[in-house]
T-cell receptor, first 111, second 114 residues
Framework: TQLLEQSPQFLSIQEGENLTVYCNSS?????LQWYRQEPGEGPVLLVT?????EVKKLKRLTFQFGDARKDSSLHITAAQPGDTGLYLC???????????FGTGTSLTVIP | DSGVTQTPKHLITATGQRVTLRCSPR?????VYWYQQSLDQGLQFLIQ?????ERAKGNILERFSAQQFPDLHSELNLSSLELGDSALYFC????WGEGTDTQYFGPGTRLTVL
C-alpha cells in the first residue's frame, strides 16, 4: 500500500530554474524525511522534519512539513546539474523507525 | 560512502532458486533494515532488526526471511524465486532504530531472476 504520493513523477528543467516537489498523504506522520538517490547508489538522507509547519533550509533546498503533518514540499532554488537524481519522501507513522517511502520524483537538471 | 556494505553487488539466478544477500552495518550501528526497490512498487520496507532481534516487519513475503547475527551483520534469504522478485535490495543501518534515528543505506544488491 502506497501511503505517500509524490508529484511530479518526472521533472526536467534548465539549470538556474526553481522547482517544487510535493509529497502528499491522507495519513498523519510523526516525522517525515527527504532523501536523494543517484543511479546505482542507495538513498541519502537530506532532512528530517518532525513539527507541523516546520520549515528547514539546506543551502538552496527548502523543506516544509504541512501543518497537519500529512504533506511536505521540497523547493530547490537555482537548480544545478548536481541536483539531478531521484527525490524520495518517507514518513513514519509512530514512534518506531519504520518509514514508508513515496513514489519518487526523478529530477533532471540540464546544463 | 555510507559505511554500509552489501554483497554481492549483482546476482543473476533462475526462477525457483534460493539466494542470500549479505549486509554489514556501519560500525557502532545496532539496527539493520532491508528494503526492496522495484520500478512498479518503489522502495518498500521489508524488515528491521535491532541487536539480533526482529523489531518491525513490513511487506516481506513468506518466501523471504532475514536474520541479524551476533556480530550485527545481517542476511536476507530469498527462496522459490519468481520473476517478480527481480529488484534492487537495499540494506540500511542506524544506531538505535528508533524515532528519527538516521538510516544509512548501502549501495544495494541488484537481483535478476530469469
Amino acid at each position: 500500500t502506497q501511503l505517500l504520493e509524490q508529484s511530479p513523477q518526472f521533472l526536467s528543467i534548465q539549470e538556474g530554474e526553481n522547482l517544487t516537489v510535493y509529497c502528499n498523504s491522507s495519513s498523519v506522520f510523526s516525522s517525515l524525511q527527504w532523501y536523494r538517490q543517484e543511479p546505482g547508489e542507495g538513498p541519502v538522507l537530506l532532512v528530517t522534519v518532525v513539527t507541523g509547519g516546520e520549515v528547514k533550509k539546506l543551502k538552496r533546498l527548502t523543506f516544509q512539513f504541512g501543518d497537519a503533518r500529512k504533506d511536505s514540499s521540497l523547493h530547490i532554488t537555482a537548480a544545478q546539474p548536481g541536483d539531478t537524481g531521484l527525490y524520495l519522501c518517507a514518513g513514519a507513522t509512530g514512534t518506531g523507525n519504520q518509514f514508508y517511502f513515496g513514489t519518487g520524483t526523478s529530477l533532471t537538471v540540464i546544463p | 560512502d555510507s559505511g554500509v556494505t552489501q554483497t554481492p553487488k549483482h546476482l543473476i539466478t533462475a526462477t525457483g532458486q534460493r539466494v542470500t544477500l549479505r549486509c554489514s552495518p556501519r560500525s557502532g550501528d545496532l539496527s539493520v533494515y532491508w528494503y526492496q526497490q522495484s520500478l512498479d512498487q518503489g522502495l518498500q520496507f521489508l524488515i528491521q532488526y535491532y541487536n539480533g532481534e526482529e523489531r518491525a516487519k513490513g511487506n516481506i513475503l513468506e518466501r523471504f526471511s532475514a536474520q541479524q547475527f551476533p556480530d550485527l551483520h545481517s542476511e536476507l534469504n530469498l527462496s522459490s524465486l519468481e520473476l517478480g522478485d527481480s529488484a534492487l535490495y537495499f540494506c540500511a543501518s542506524s544506531v538505535w532504530g528508533e524515532g528519527t534515528d538516521t538510516q544509512y543505506f548501502g549501495p544495494g544488491t541488484r537481483l535478476t531472476v530469469l
